[in-house]
């Protein structure tokens, strides 16, 4: 059996008559820049998040990099984040020319360490960027408040993590923003690159609104030295169609996560662990295993596809030598790139698939 990692076209399949129709109104319209859809949808997932604001750009790096740029934080500012995600929650620190210092992570959820951060804040620091990682929220309680009591704002990198909730409250709505992807791979994926900021804060949301054109608020009035990312038109229109089934799909992916909970649950495998008062949503569902490099070939024999993040800590990454950290310094996002790796996960998996996987890995542990 052939097991893919997620299927994009099966999800297309279901929604296909929408999704041209959609694409087709835009080119009908010809608005393609900052049209109708754009602005609809930034209401839409403001409404959704619980906040006042959402700013679309082009992407979720863009995201990020116009938050961090709106704060102000750049030459010889200090942001501290995760080593544990995908390297765009560290690169954008570094392309405003700030220094990202990272924090360890906690050895269950895999999510930034709030202790951790404490230990690495300075007079420097300028924000802090809890990413939620595989679809689950960080500790924000505990991250909130560390950031009251030293007065650094917190950009939630929620790229993965749309519709993730921590105590009944949505993923975004705690920090002084919240950043979104819709890269075709996220929980709310488009057909190319998009992404949104949400916030409370009007000066804030003004700021990024003026970044992502050019720096201007009226059309060539360049106020600021700016940027040019816009949420696209088409994409807008396409993720509008999607957004209105992510709680089933969030649902979906929550369901097929219990599956393989069940399925695994005598095993050696260690499993995602939901904590109380957290919605997970699965953006991946990941595993640790002793063994890891044997146990994903062998799936790859049998036809199963796995990916594995991040098989390198940020804060060990070549393009990082300069900020001399070494092996040890932040041993357990160390020990968990060892170990983890995702398994076949997305709303339309189908059930058969997901007991042959868990078949494969218990054949794996058999044949030792
Ligand atoms: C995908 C992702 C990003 C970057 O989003 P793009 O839309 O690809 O620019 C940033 N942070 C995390 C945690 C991500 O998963």
Redesign the pocket.
Known sequence: MKVKLLDLKAQYKNIEKEIDEAIKDVLESTQFIMGPNVKELEKEIADFTGVKYGIGVA????S?MLTLKALGVGSGDEVITTPF??F??AEVTSVLGAIPVFADIDKNTYCIDPKSIEEKITEKTKAIIP?H?FGQMCDMDSIMDIAKRHNIPVIE?A??AIGAEYKGKKAGSFGVAGCY???PT?NLGCYG???MIVTNDQDLAEKIKMLRVHGSKVKYHHEVIGYNSRLDEIQAAILRVKFKYLNKYNELRREKAKIYNELLKDTPVVLPVEEKNYKHIYHQYSICVEKRDDMVSYLKNKGVATSIYYPIPVHLLKVYENLAYKKGDLPVTENICERVFALPMYPELPIEQQEYVVSCIKEFYNNK
Not at 59 to 62: A, I, K, L, P, V
């Open positions: 992407n979720g790096t863009d990020l995600t995908f765009a929650s990413v990682i990198d790229c993965q992807s819709f890269f996220k690159d998009g992404g």
